[in-house]
């Protein structure tokens, strides 16, 4: 008995192709029964980011909720979209698998797009019999040429005008071959007798259509290169548009869910599913995520890794899964983030404050609480011994919230010197004495976290505060209580992380709006020793998250992978602070190499400035890359002939005008 869901969910544009047969339904529900299905189909030519987990929180758990399917008759196919093997790799493979399991989703099985190659083989075979596919000797160029006049012949239709034939391109010479001559050079391409680029097999679809989706899309092309799941038994691979729609139907999933982009595509999605006669699924498209501050652009973050802006795919700044575990996001947080965003068919930006608070939620209950300083500063207790006699150890809990302490208490020995935060002191000239400042200074005093006491700030010798403990009895009660380490304590390194933009919405000048204080590196950290009981300070596998914890007053911190238990280093990355950063500037650590390069984003910021006050006409003659390279303009300033007197060739005016219209963008996004 099928499962009944609701009617008004996940409902997209209807299409007549989309409908099944009574035959078909039958079919389909003899093998699902109750069980409604939806697939996870990434392909394995890069690394999941955090739009892929949106898309997995949508096809295992939200789209669900959505249908009011009960938990026992929901199931999720993980596919991997595997169709060009040119891009696709091992590391890829394995990658997704691991970031899958991580995400904490349970697929009903795991497939691949190649393992259907032989069966859509067949179905490419049936087309061509059927007088539905060809073999098409065009170059690209050609069905370029060939889309622009069907564009224009709809264009024409559509507004009552004369249709310019162009009887080269539509039908061309070879959509009219006859089945007999298709199958042979089918053959021969899927046997190696025609070299790559030569020929395509091309479904016969509308070339009357408005939607360019169905002028003759590329069923197969001729690869001769292996392919790292099916191995090298094919030199023929079915294209993407071909693929996906036929093994959404070969596994009977219920709804293929995709973003909107793929949305003029739902006609060769059910064309070619009607035209096989084979089960159509329901087609639902969602908006894609877009968050504050990144870029999802795989061709963006690529030249992020290696441009060597970053550390590596996996670095804490990059929004890949492998990053996010790395800085430290639980799963669940992130999870729980999608959940929020839920699923929406309107493009709109969301605001990173809301991914950290999902993060700060998730972490506040499972991050043990300790102390650290990461820029250090010596302090000495004059009357230490006097002051503390024997009770020099305190229990500090791991959990502060837990009303009944039930996960217990780590021990903080004071010293008689201890290290307090450099943003914890300030002279009276940098503002010390300020009534709003609630940190150490030459004669004020603060309360000491767990120690029971207060510290009077007499003097500083050398850059070492000298300080009394005072009862917290005496006098009034202090306005701040300063966290710090023990003389005794763990050094480590302190990543600390920000946006990695400094605009909200990266433009496509992203290179020159990188923030250049991203990373901040705190080399001389210092963290209090309770943080390496029972080994939680050893890396583990990159596939696993290693231990997180609170640093009190500073925010949430993890072990990083460079950690090294056998030679004793340890780097901590900080996930997410207590609180959002309600803007107030910070003294940050930048180096001279980032202060270089941050001047120079100053000075080309500046010449792009000056570039876009150049009208479209003087475009040519004045701009820097152009000056003196062209001696004769039209009316409109476009060049005609270069410096040596040649008139400008075709392909050349092609990219001066592309320069062209970008000068016209960047001259209207600023006027």
């Known amino acids: 008995m099928a499962t009944q869901v609701n009617p008004t969910a996940l409902v997209g544009r209807h299409l007549d192709w989309a409908n099944n047969t009574p035959e078909l339904e039958a079919e389909h529900l003899a093998l699902n029964g109750p069980i409604i299905r939806t697939r996870f189909p990434p392909e394995p030519n890069g690394f999941l980011h955090i739009g892929h987990a949106k898309s997995m929180n949508m096809n295992f758990k939200l789209a669900f909720e959505k249908l009011e399917v009960p938990q026992e008759h929901r199931r999720t196919v993980f596919r991997y979209d595997d169709t060009n093997p040119e891009a696709e790799s091992q590391v890829y493979i394995d990658s997704i698998r691991?970031?899958?399991?991580?995400?904490?989703?349970?697929?009903?099985?795991?497939?691949?797009?190649?393992?259907?190659?032989?069966?859509?083989?067949?179905?490419?075979?049936?087309?061509?019999?059927?007088?539905?596919?060809?073999?098409?000797?065009?170059?690209?160029?050609?069905?370029?040429?060939?889309?622009?006049?069907?564009?224009?012949?709809?264009?024409?239709?559509?507004?009552?005008?004369?249709?310019?034939?162009?009887?080269?391109?539509?039908?061309?010479?070879?959509?009219?071959?006859?089945?007999?001559?298709?199958?042979?050079?089918?053959?021969?391409?899927?046997?190696?007798?025609?070299?790559?680029?030569?020929?395509t097999l091309r479904l016969k679809m509308d070339f009357t259509s408005p939607n360019p989706n169905l002028y003759d899309l590329v069923a197969y092309r001729v690869k001769f290169v292996p392919h790292p799941h099916a191995g090298s038994g094919w030199c023929i691979y079915p294209s993407y548009d071909y693929t996906h729609g036929s093994c959404d139907s070969i596994e009977h999933v219920d709804y293929s869910i995709c973003t909107l982009e793929f949305e003029t595509r739902r006609e060769n999605y059910f064309w070619l599913l009607q035209q096989k006669g084979i089960f159509r699924p329901k087609v639902f498209e969602m908006s894609r995520l877009n968050i504050e501050y990144t870029v999802l652009s795989k061709r963006r973050l690529l030249k992020l890794v290696t441009s060597g802006f970053v550390r590596g795919w996996d670095d804490p700044r990059m929004p890949t899964i492998s990053g996010l575990r790395r800085r430290g996001y639980p799963a669940a947080g992130i999870n729980a983030f999608c959940d929020d965003v839920g699923v929406s068919r309107a493009n709109n930006l969301i605001e990173f404050r809301r991914l950290s608070q999902h993060i700060r939620v998730s972490l506040s209950d499972t991050a043990t609480r300790a102390m650290a300083v990461l820029t250090p500063v010596e302090c000495k207790i004059t009357n230490f011994a006097e002051f503390f006699d024997s009770a020099t150890s305190f229990p500090a809990p791991n959990f502060p919230q837990d009303a009944d302490n039930s996960r217990g208490n780590h021990t903080i020995t004071i010293s008689e010197t201890i290290f307090v935060d450099k943003t914890d002191y300030k002279t009276n000239e940098e503002g010390g004495n300020d009534p709003d400042f609630f940190g150490l200074a030459k004669g004020k005093t603060i309360g000491l976290k767990y120690a029971n006491c207060k510290l009077v700030c007499d003097d500083v010798v050398e850059n070492v505060l000298v300080c009394r403990a005072v009862a917290l009895s005496e006098g009034a009660k202090p306005k701040s209580f300063l966290t710090w380490v023990p003389s005794k304590h763990i050094k480590c390194e302190v990543r600390k992380y920000s946006h990695l933009f400094d605009v909200p919405e990266p433009t496509d000048a992203w290179e020159d709006e990188l923030n250049l204080e991203s990373e901040v590196i705190f080399p001389n950290a210092m963290v209090d020793e309770s943080v390496s009981a029972g080994g939680k300070c050893n890396a583990k596998s990159k596939w696993e998250s290693n231990e997180s914890f609170q640093f009190e007053r500073l925010g949430y911190f993890i072990v990083d992978d460079d950690s090294d238990s056998a030679t004793g280093k340890l780097v901590f990355n900080m996930t997410v602070g207590l609180k959002e950063d309600s803007g107030k500037k910070k003294e940050k650590a930048v180096d001279a190499g980032a202060q270089k390069k941050k001047d120079e984003q100053k000075e080309a910021q500046r010449l792009r400035e000056e570039r876009n006050k150049i009208s479209e006409v003087d475009f040519f003659k004045l701009a820097a890359e152009f000056k003196g390279l062209y001696i004769e303009f039209d009316e409109t300033g476009f060049p005609i002939k270069d410096k040596a007197g040649e008139a400008i060739t075709k392909s050349a005016g092609k990219k001066l005008k592309k320069e062209l219209d970008k000068h016209k963008k960047a001259r209207k996004n600023i006027i």
């Not at 264009?155 to 001559?181: C, F, H, K, T």
Request: a negative charge; hydrophobic letters at 40%.
């Open 98 to 199: 691991h970031d899958l399991e991580w995400m904490g989703w349970k697929p009903e099985k795991t497939t691949f797009s190649s393992d259907n190659f032989q069966a859509l083989y067949e179905y490419a075979i049936d087309l061509v019999q059927r007088g539905l596919a060809y073999v098409c000797h065009m170059s690209k160029g050609d069905m370029e040429k060939q889309r622009d006049v069907a564009k224009a012949a709809v264009v024409a239709r559509a507004n009552g005008q004369p249709v310019v034939e162009d009887l080269a391109l539509i039908p061309g010479p070879y959509r009219n071959r006859s089945v007999e001559e298709n199958l042979k050079l089918f053959n021969d391409m899927k046997t190696g007798r025609i070299a790559e680029g030569v020929c």
